[in-house]
């Protein structure tokens, strides 16, 4: 028989937050140990299947199905079925690759560098920012193997002793990519999964059918709450916290070298490390801030997640909105500054060319709307951050679009010039991945913790502890 995971003693009154933190509390009042246990066991153990859920799933699974076709379409006939051509020989499958990676570098940085940091406001969103993480991931690394053009040979990538003596090319960005995104999914994954481990043992406790007891039991690999399991798990937490740290930065960096490694005017520029990670977290933060937003009213987890964690992000957001921004000037002003006829055509043509429109809804969407984040009325304000959110979202995958297409449609010479055009097997392929994300989340916030019940009752005790000796 399981024993029950000791927790703290509940407080004599209500925890409250002081006055010094923020006028916006990191925790609604009123929240006691086992209140919030039960809110987040709850919505895994008891809450039934509503209607609204089992729309939207079986919507995503559609998404899903439709992944399937496009991906097995592509396989039959190979990837003329893309409007790939040349001299624009990338096209969805690359712009899908980068926008993805970047989606899933928000939950990284919230989970590793706010725990470092020892940031409290981290607690509520930390989970579903990590689950994110390894969605969009997984989405990202589907891209590059159907682009393969033979993706059943993928494990020529992987350096391995062969018979053949066949070494994987290491001066190819390919090669780095698939290191680059290996180690940071494998990295995610043990750092969610063992953030979990204490609250699984809890729905093993709490859970009333034989089912759920044995599943969260091996999943919470015999976890009793002892001094000494706690002791493992801070020391296992605080490492994969600091391994996960420097992906942030690696990652979209090696992203970034598939581009500034090449002579094509756009592409070939030392900025492109350093602006590729601020949009990674520009685009992830977006993400985080438009799932937290609907989760929030769904679940009514209100008191748990709360305005100020929604106006800290939209802070983060801001902050690294302007480095994006800076990026798009030193782009323009260094294409000025170098002199060269290719890179300043090459920026002009992003506002005056065949793809325009793309500039200048870039401009709007990641430059202009989110300029309005510096006003607190817009940063505590539902509607606004669902809007402006959404609108980064857009304009990164606008971004995207621009770095990979307009920078390839003209080459030096006009004879090699071209026009690329998405047929209806890249948006199809692009729509499925959007399923699949959005079906992983259905399934991850009705079968697992979506809140770390066991840090946001930690942050209680801290809050009851410092209201005492103020």
């Given at each position: 028989?399981s ?30 140990y ?15 299947i ?130 680059a ?125 709360t ?31 170098g002199?060269?006829e ?44 669902l ?21 390839l ?62």
């Amino acid at each position: 028989m399981s024993t029950p995971i000791a927790t703290p003693p509940e407080p004599r009154v209500q925890p409250v937050v002081p006055a010094e933190q923020s006028e916006f509390p990191v925790i609604l009042p009123g929240y006691t140990y086992d209140a919030v246990e039960k809110q987040i066991g709850g919505i895994v153990l008891e809450r039934p299947i509503t209607f609204g859920w089992a729309v939207g799933f079986i919507g995503t699974a559609i998404l899903v199905v439709l992944l399937h076709l496009a991906v097995v379409w592509l396989l039959i006939r190979g990837v003329g079925i893309w409007g790939i051509d040349i001299p624009v020989a990338w096209g969805f499958a690359i712009i899908n690759f980068v926008w993805w990676i970047g989606i899933g570098h928000a939950g990284t940085l919230i989970s590793a560098i706010l725990y470092l940091f020892r940031q409290r406001w981290r607690t509520s969103i930390n989970r579903f920012a990590e689950a994110m993480t390894i969605f969009a991931v997984m989405c990202a690394g589907l891209f590059p193997l159907i682009h393969l053009g033979r993706p059943w040979m993928f494990y020529y990538l992987i350096p391995y002793p062969n018979t053949m003596e066949i070494w994987p090319q290491f001066r190819s960005p390919l090669i780095w990519d698939f290191f680059a995104v290996s180690t940071y999914f494998t990295t995610s994954v043990l750092f969610w999964y063992s953030g979990m481990v204490p609250d699984f043992a809890a729905l093993r406790d709490r859970a009333k059918q034989r089912f759920a007891k044995v599943i969260f039991g091996i999943l919470s690999f015999g976890w009793r709450g002892s001094a000494r399991h706690w002791r493992n798990y801070e020391d296992a937490y605080v490492l994969l916290a600091a391994l996960s740290t420097p992906l942030v930065v690696s990652v979209h960096s090696v992203v970034s070298f598939d581009f500034a490694v090449g002579i094509v005017p756009g592409w070939h520029s030392t900025i492109f490390p350093p602006y590729f990670v601020a949009g990674a977290l520009y685009a992830g933060f977006a993400m985080v801030l438009t799932i937290a937003i609907i989760l929030r009213p769904v679940f009514k987890i209100e008191g748990l997640v709360t305005m100020r964690h929604l106006d800290n992000m939209a802070k983060l957001m801001l902050a690294s909105g302007l480095v994006v921004m800076y990026g798009y000037l030193m782009e323009g002003f260094m294409a000025w500054y170098g002199g060269r006829e290719f890179e300043t055509y090459q920026q002009l043509t992003r506002f005056f060319g065949t793809y325009g429109g793309w500039g200048w809804g870039l401009l709007l969407t990641n430059v202009l709307i989110p300029q309005l984040l510096w006003f607190k009325r817009f940063r505590t304000n539902i509607w606004w951050l669902l809007l402006i959110s959404t609108s980064i979202n857009i304009g990164m995958w606008i971004e995207r679009f621009i770095i990979v297409v307009v920078s390839l449609h003209r080459d030096y010479m006009p004879s090699a010039w071209g026009y690329y055009s998405p047929t209806i097997w890249d948006i199809a392929t692009y729509a499925g991945t959007l399923g699949f994300f959005t079906f992983a989340l259905f399934l991850f916030v009705r079968l697992l913790p979506m809140i770390p019940a066991f840090e946001v009752k930690e942050m209680l005790s801290h809050l009851r502890h410092e209201e005492q000796t103020a």
